[in-house]
């Protein structure tokens, strides 16, 4: 029973009722707390976690539709279950409470088998709704989750200023080989723990990984009022990190990883691409490319950050950087400016 | 005991849902917080706040409901629907018998939750 137990938050006003109510989910095998109205109940929902609540409606101070009203336009408490039960008069509030948002309507005083019922399938509800959003967010990023829970998801993009940050591991076919697949596998997730942290805590976004390689978006899907000089900052992040992991490394005699990182500002088309039953959050447009080639070219350059025009004009000297003079890229009809971000650490190292 | 005042049927419900000591409990609590109900009702008419007339009325209302207190349920209820009356001396004599209809009503609660 105890893993099955929830915490249910009950609120009336009225003791008998609050008295009697507790005592049927308790019987049910759940956790019970009780608030003595509405503003109590909207305190204790903001303050600690709940998976339902049961709502009177008739309270003083702030009753329960103020309540319903209230948990719809909080975005934490949103998806917050609720069922009213009430002795309230008339059809047309019922209506009212389930048209705020609350999952069901029970008459009071309450027939147990009745509220089993309904307590049950309300607990079941949420449980595949919390278990469906930590799904996605395994496989999106939290932004790109929020995005979808809060506007939904429909193919299509829309136009937006954004840098794009692409990175890779150097010689990782030929560690592959020295590691042996489950070190591999290890070693993998601890890079991309040290890349996801870099990238995230200068608001970017993770949003393709293959293989060693990784894509992340500055500006997408939220805006950021600096993008180039947060994926700029975040990647000199990234080389510190891995720096640091090296250290580690050689104090047991395996060899450094050498990452290459490019990075491309301009207008790209951000949204979902795909079909309605299998999409992905992505990116299109010029920076995208260029940014994929800036990071192949490094390997050519022999330094660890390429940078474009368009990023080194925004980041107006805050970053020491020297020219390498046009290029050309595959795909690219004319030639392009780059630039190496001057890496003042020693993340180069072997 | 006059079985028009408590249902039996609603309060053998009550105590084979959640318990005989349990329902002692729920009685106590009823009887104690009754007064105060009727004190609030009183109050709300003399201050001649409909609100909160209408409130404690459908309080007492749900408690009697959950007992089987029939006729102490439809009283309050009909407080709750109808509201303050424009003639006030129609709520002091429904009052009063209200308040009649709660004493008998816990009277026979308190004897049944010792029975």
Sequence with gaps: MAEDSSRVLIADDNKVNRLLLSRSVELLGHRVMLAENGRIALEKLQSEPFDLLLLDIEMPEVDGFAVLEQLKADPQLREMPVIVTSSVEGLDNVVRCINLGAEDYLHKPVNQVLLKARIGASLEKKRLRDQQKAMVRRFVTSEVADDMLQSGFALGGKRIHASVLFSDIRGFTALVESEGPEETIDLLNTYYTLMFDAIGSHGGVVNLIIGDGLMALFGAPLPLDDCAGSAVAAGLEMLELIGQFNHERSAVNKPALRIGIGVATGDVVAGYTGTQQRATYTCIGDPVNLAARLEAHTKVAGCAILIDDATQRALDGSVPMQSLGEVSFKGKAAAVEIFAVVVEQPAEQA | ?115
């Design chain 2, 1 to 115: 005991m006059d079985e028009s005042v408590i249902d039996r049927a609603v309060y053998a419900e009550l105590r084979a849902t959640t318990g005989a000591e349990f329902v002692a409990e729920l009685v106590d609590t009823f009887v104690e917080e009754g007064p105060g109900m009727l004190a609030e009702l009183r109050a709300a008419r003399a201050e001649g706040n409909a609100e909160r007339f209408r409130r404690a009325a459908h309080s007492l209302k749900s408690n009697g409901r959950t007992f089987g207190a029939v006729k102490l349920t439809a009283l309050a209820r009909e407080f709750e629907l109808k509201g303050l009356d424009a003639d006030s001396t129609r709520d002091v004599a429904g009052l009063a018998a209200l308040e009649a209809e709660y004493a008998r009503a816990a009277a026979e609660l308190k004897a049944l939750r010792n029975g």
